[in-house]
């Protein structure tokens, strides 16, 4: 029960601090089940990651993975929930009024100040899951060539990461 | 008079149509569902004009959370209040909850096997590749931009590298670059 309580409170609180999206957020979730609450190692969290992303629906399916693999279903169910309910209320609150200042200057003034922000949070979950994921040469070699694949062509993100997978599978690397 | 009036209000989506509408963009929605999102509620069931949607979208970015989640709200609750922004909710996040559940009990089941093992050691590298291929597109604009891209270093090297807590960092960052960017106009 207190299991729950904690992560509904770590995940209450991400809700509001994920501008940007569940992919700022990911150090911070990192640091509050590795680091705080000690639920999983680092290289759990990233596999659960690299799982997640296997997933249709919002980027957001590492939450409910984590509270899956700390508390089962309930789990699952309490981080999914307590990372929408906080956010979906000012959404709610504010998406009435939203029309009356959607050109007001502060509104702007605010969206130009947290566009460098998110993008500085997004570098910083994708500089933690490098760190996290390359653990050695050859997990360095599949980063790089995905990478290439991922920046250069037009392919599926999904077809490159099931095609490391199986790569991985196979002993190509690993 | 009258007879002219139920042309001119639609009655919109029920409840029941928004859960059916967003259950199918969760379960479309392999690598982004923003793409399915717009598709279904812009082009196929005309829920909003595309200037409609793009002011939302605007919103439900500028709000913290999940993107696609706040759009679930805002649009739900427009057309039918709460019930409907928790059918939109339910529908969009049903299905792929399931599903990842269901991965991890697989992978769970099968970990303790070396070619699945390796399998993931790969998969979580390329996906962190993945995501450092966002991180580079979403930063690509600042880089013209001295202090934008200031802002974005400063914010980089308190969460990766100095590891601060976000709850504490966020605001001061937040704030900060707002005050700066503003004063400068940059």
């Known amino acids: ?174 | 008079m009258s007879e002219t009036r139920p042309t001119i209000t639609p009655p919109g989506p029920t409840v029941f149509d928004l859960f059916a509408g967003f259950f199918m963009i969760g379960v479309c929605g392999f690598g982004g569902v923003l793409p399915w999102a717009r598709r279904m509620i812009v082009e196929q069931r005309k829920w909003l004009t595309p200037t409609e949607f793009t002011e939302m979208l605007g919103l439900c970015q500028f709000l913290p959370g999940g993107n696609i989640m706040n759009v679930t709200i805002a649009l739900g609750s427009r057309f039918r209040g709460i019930p409907g922004a928790a059918a939109c909710f339910l529908g969009l996040m049903m299905a792929p909850v399931a599903i990842v559940i269901a991965l991890g009990a697989i992978y769970d089941q099968y970990a303790g096997y070396a070619p699945v093992r390796r399998a993931f050691v790969a998969l979580s590298a390329a996906a962190a590749a993945y995501l450092v291929t966002s991180a580079w597109k979403i930063a690509a604009p600042l880089w013209g931009r001295k202090l934008a891209a200031g802002v974005a270093v400063c914010t980089f090297v308190a969460i990766a590298v100095l590891r601060l807590p976000m709850p504490a960092a966020m605001p001061v960052l937040a704030i900060g670059s707002t005050l700066l960017l503003w004063r400068f106009r940059a």
């Open chain 1, 1 to 174: 029960m207190s299991t729950l309580l904690d992560l509904a409170i770590v995940y209450g609180q991400l809700s509001l601090l994920a501008f940007g999206g569940a992919n700022a957020v990911i150090p911070e979730m990192q640091r509050q089940v590795v680091d705080v609450h000690h639920w999983m190692t680092p290289h759990e969290f990233a596999a659960l990651y690299a799982l997640a992303q296997a997933a249709p629906g919002p980027n957001m399916m590492v939450v409910s993975l984590v509270g899956w693999r700390v508390a089962g279903l309930w789990g699952a169910l309490v981080t999914t929930g307590a990372v929408a309910l906080p956010s979906s209320v000012l959404t709610l609150l504010v998406s009435g009024v939203w029309f009356r200042f959607k050109d007001a200057p502060w509104r702007k003034a605010i969206q130009a100040g947290l566009q460098p922000v998110t993008a500085g949070l997004i570098m910083a979950s994708a500089a933690l899951l490098i760190q996290t994921t390359v653990v050695d040469l050859s997990a360095a070699a599949v980063a790089i060539v995905a990478g290439g694949l991922f920046f250069f062509t037009r392919l599926h993100p999904l077809a490159i990461l099931s095609g490391a997978a199986v790569a991985g599978a196979i002993g190509l690397v690993g």
